[in-house]
Every structure is written in C-alpha cells, then in structure tokens.
Nanobody, 121 residues
Framework: QVQLVESGGGLVQAGDSLRLSCAASGRTFSRYNMGWFRQAPGKEREFVAVISWDSSTFYSNSVKGRFTISRDNAKNTIYLQMNSLQPEDTAVYYC???????????????WGQGTQVTVSS
C-alpha cells in the first residue's frame, strides 16, 4: 500500500516555473515506478511523465523539454519541475504509483488527491 500527497500547485503567469512534489508513505516506495498525470476541466486525465524505480524517464510530447521528473528515494518523494508554463498546462496534477513502467492511467494502482496548477496568460 502506498499513500501519495501532492503539493506545490498554485497560480502563475505564462512563462513562469513551478515545482510539484509528491510525498509517498510506505517502505517499498523505491520499488515503484512513479508518474505524473493531469486533468483539465472537461477533459480526460492525461499522462505527463513517468520515472522508473531506477530513474529512467519518459515524457508526453506536450511537456518534453519543459518539464523534468525526478525522485529522491531517501525522502520518499518525487518532483515535477515545470518550466515555461503555458495556459494549456492548467489542470489538476496527480502523482501515481505503478508496478510497471507505463504511461496509461489504468496501469497505476495508487493515486494522490491532486494539486491545482493554474497558468494565466
């Protein structure tokens, strides 16, 4: 069992940066592949980035080159550094844990409650 709590969301202007954090409970955190997803109003939840247990990464095309996912297993925490934010990045951002290195919502077993990111133009 893994419990996840996101933080770091907020209201920023286009072009600004923001760093999200996701703190996990449980001794087996380091074994999980961890992902970030987002959901905008009226849209389906979509994949943003994933980091494997050994720190391999994969990004959606929409954030590649702007966002960076990382993890600190000693702190049971993953991060999402978001640069050059645009209004279309506005969404609730969720972190999630999976047993496999995947990018589909259905492949993730544990989810946080989400944190709101709003980017004004």
């Amino acid at each position: 069992q893994v419990q996840l709590v996101e933080s770091g969301g907020g209201l920023v202007q286009a072009g600004d940066s923001l760093r999200l954090s996701c703190a996990a409970s449980g001794r087996t955190f380091s074994r999980y592949n961890m992902g970030w997803f987002r959901q905008a109003p009226g849209k389906e939840r979509e994949f943003v980035a994933v980091i494997s247990w050994d720190s391999s990464t994969f990004y959606s095309n929409s954030v590649k080159g702007r966002f960076t996912i990382s993890r600190d297993n000693a702190k049971n925490t993953i991060y999402l550094q978001m640069n050059s934010l645009q209004p279309e990045d506005t969404a609730v951002y969720y972190c999630a844990a999976a047993n496999y290195f995947r990018y589909k919502v259905a492949d993730y077993d544990y989810w946080g409650q989400g944190t709101q990111v709003t980017v004004s133009s």
